[in-house]
């Protein structure tokens, strides 16, 4: 077992850092794990407050663990195995991305124990073997349940499990596929939208998908052009009505935003005004917020390697991790200080 270096919430230093473009006050950030020596990373805060589910390598292999919000010694969730046979070779199993379900009494999680990336779902309390909700060819990845329970989004990859860019958005029931109808596919994009996330009243769904016009010539580097496709343009955030329809794009929609700046990890907060983001802009990685409404865009980190970021239950604070190198770490922003009339003045 790797040495723990766990720094309670409680007795936590401040880390203090001036943010120029803050809608207020200056955030404050702190972190809540760090050890160089592993990686935790895909931070969840339950719906009840009281847990973080994460991704850690803490045991030595990937695995989903959960820790009390205010601070305490990890427990490890999952026991999947340390790799898996895929396409003749022997690989390490990749377990990722955990969410709750509403009661905040079991996590969906992403796992290639069977070789494909598919969905599981286990109590919090662990001890049991995992669910498997689907079973297809491709990738099925980042899970998330509907505000009520009843289903479930995710992006999968299933009629082009070949291609990089050959995600769509699908949904299931709560239930899962394997013992529920089919999933139902949700767009048809050719932008590969992934990493769903529901509004809290469960009308719309965000999600991050590659933002291009086929028709625009674009430079691929070396002096050459070409049309612009998914692999010549960057992801944003978008959204759309959670029973189908046309696109919403909420970020990217200025200059200053345009270029090398790619956003991912989109997050709901709880009162539903807000969604934060991951951007990454000529390499540096920051937290950003776009009001929902007017789309205006900010950031709350500027210190860098920051990224992955999810709300608290309260909406008060926002969970991410931060890479220092190959170091990742959970790490928690408060006095986030939104207002809408300050979104409004950006």
């Known amino acids: 077992m790797t040495r723990l270096s766990i720094i309670p919430l409680a007795i936590a230093a401040l880390v203090a850092f001036a943010v120029s473009s803050a809608p207020a006050a200056a955030a404050q950030y702190r972190p809540l794990l760090?050890?160089?020596?592993?990686?935790?990373?895909?931070?969840?805060?339950?719906?009840?407050?009281?847990?973080i589910a994460f991704q850690s390598t803490r045991s030595g292999s990937s695995q989903i663990w959960v820790m009390p919000a205010g601070g305490g010694t990890p427990r490890k969730v999952?026991?999947?195995?340390?790799?898996?046979?895929?396409?003749?070779?022997r690989m390490p199993t990749r377990v990722m991305t955990p969410t709750w379900a509403p009661d905040s009494k079991s996590i969906l999680f992403v796992s290639t124990r069977s070789g494909p990336y598919n969905i599981y779902t286990l109590p919090l309390a662990g001890g049991v073997k995992p669910k498997p909700l689907s079973r297809a060819p491709g990738s099925q990845r980042f899970p998330v349940f509907s505000p009520d329970g009843k289903r479930i989004c995710f992006p999968s990859s299933r009629h082009d499990p070949n291609s990089l860019y050959g995600f769509d958005l699908f949904m299931m029931t709560g239930a899962?596929?394997?013992?529920?109808?089919?999933?139902?596919?949700?767009?048809?994009?050719?932008?590969?939208?992934?990493?769903?996330?529901?509004?809290?009243d469960g009308k719309w769904i965000a999600y991050v998908?590659?933002?291009?016009?086929?028709?625009?010539?674009?430079?691929?580097?070396?002096?050459?052009?070409?049309?612009?496709?998914?692999?010549?343009?960057?992801?944003?955030v978008f959204k759309l009505l959670a029973g189908g329809g046309g696109e919403t794009k909420l970020t990217g929609l200025t200059a200053a935003e345009q270029g090398t700046a790619e956003d991912t990890?989109?997050?709901?907060?709880?009162?539903?005004?807000?969604?934060?983001f991951g951007r990454n802009a000529n390499g540096v990685q920051n937290v950003w917020v776009v009001d929902a409404m007017s789309r205006n865009a900010f950031p709350i980190t500027n210190m860098g390697g920051c990224m992955k970021p999810t709300w608290s239950a309260d909406g008060k604070s926002l969970y991410f991790t931060r890479l220092n190198g190959r170091d990742e770490d959970l790490w928690v922003a408060t006095d986030l200080g939104l207002t809408s009339s300050s979104a409004r003045r950006r």
């Open 34 to 51: 760090q050890d160089p020596k592993v990686t935790d990373t895909d931070p969840a805060p339950s719906p009840d407050g009281k847990w």
């Open 78 to 89: 999952t026991s999947e195995p340390e790799s898996v046979m895929a396409g003749g070779r």
């Open 176 to 200: 899962g596929e394997i013992d529920g109808p089919p999933a139902r596919q949700l767009t048809h994009s050719k932008g590969s939208p992934g990493h769903p996330v529901w509004s809290p």
């Open 209 to 236: 998908a590659k933002d291009f016009d086929s028709t625009r010539t674009v430079s691929v580097g070396g002096g050459m052009q070409a049309k612009q496709s998914a692999l010549f343009s960057q992801f944003r």
């Open 265 to 276: 990890w989109p997050s709901w907060s709880p009162d539903g005004k807000w969604i934060a």
